[in-house]
Nanobody
Framework: VQLQASGGGLVQAGGSLRLSCAVS????????MGWYRQAPGKQRELVAT???????THTDAVKGRFTIARDNAKNTVYLQMNSLKPEDTAVYYC????????????WGQGTLVTVSS
């Protein structure tokens, strides 16, 4: 299973970005997808997960601002990030697992999000 993350960049506080994670190399359903992030000098943290098509969770720090979603036809999971804050600056990683949550079996390469104040 390969995960290819994209969509990071530099944005001003209050702006928006959408991260994408394309999944390939699997013929079976990847049931659990998620996004993690790791800020400089901090541990990696789970940001959001989606189980199946609709069961979503978001960490408290991003609730109401970030939304995880998936497009099964495109084998892609998204993280829509609105009202970005400087503290959202981090490398964002997508992860996948066929069955278990939080997902950790397969990882993408990370995409850098930088939010300027």
């Amino acid at each position: 299973v390969q995960l290819q993350a994209s969509g990071g960049g530099l944005v001003q506080a209050g702006g928006s970005l959408r991260l994408s994670c394309a999944v390939s190399g699997t013929s079976g359903r990847i049931n659990v997808m998620g996004w993690y992030r790791q800020a400089p000098g901090k541990q990696r943290e789970l940001v959001a997960t989606i189980v199946g098509d609709r069961s979503r969770t978001h960490t408290d720090a991003v609730k109401g601002r970030f939304t995880i979603a998936r497009d099964n036809a495109k084998n892609t999971v998204y993280l829509q990030m609105n009202s970005l804050k400087p503290e959202d600056t981090a490398v964002y990683y997508c992860a996948a697992d066929r069955y278990y949550t939080p997902p950790a079996a397969h990882w993408g390469q990370g995409t850098l999000v930088t939010v300027s104040s």
